[in-house]
Every structure is written in C-alpha cells, then in structure tokens.
C-alpha cells in the first residue's frame, strides 16, 4: 500500500467524521438557540458548542492538509 493511498483513505475518513460531527454541531447550536436562556447550564452549553466547533475546525483543515494533491474526488458511478 503506496503512502499516497493511506493518505487518501485517512484523509477522507477525516473530511468525513469532521463533516458528520460539524452538521450534529450545528443542529445542537439550533435546538440550544431555540431554547435560549440566562440560566447558567445554557451558557456553559454555549462554551462547549464553540470548543467543539474549533475541534471540528481543527479536523477538517487537518484532512484537506494530508490529502495529496493529486487527489481528485471520485464521483459515485451513476445508476442506470
């Protein structure tokens, strides 16, 4: 196995566990949103939602920087 290989796979296995994780982020950002208030377990929420989207950040710049540059996105094959 060629590194250029291991590090397509790693790498979309990053782009797709921080793209997963950063929609499920997104969607807690919404519901925590719609529920707003000044009680203190809703701002220590906000705290971690914002610590975990810099993670999620952090994941994704991370797969886009071990992909090779060669890489070129393989479109499903079309169902006929």
């Known amino acids: 196995m060629s590194v250029t290989s291991i590090r397509?796979?790693?790498?979309?296995?990053?782009?797709?566990?921080?793209?997963?994780?950063?929609?499920?982020?997104?969607?807690?950002?919404?519901?925590?949103a719609a529920v707003a208030s000044?009680?203190?377990a809703f701002s220590s929420a906000h705290g971690a939602v914002a610590c975990a989207r810099w993670s999620h950040r952090a994941l994704l710049w991370l797969a886009w920087r071990i992909q090779?540059?060669?890489?070129?996105?393989?479109?499903?094959?079309?169902?006929v």
């Open 8 to 32: 397509e796979r790693v790498a979309a296995a990053l782009l797709r566990t921080g793209t997963e994780l950063a929609i499920d982020q997104r969607e807690l950002e919404e519901r925590i």
């Open 38 to 40: 000044r009680d203190a």
């Open 68 to 79: 090779p540059r060669t890489f070129v996105p393989r479109a499903p094959a079309p169902h």
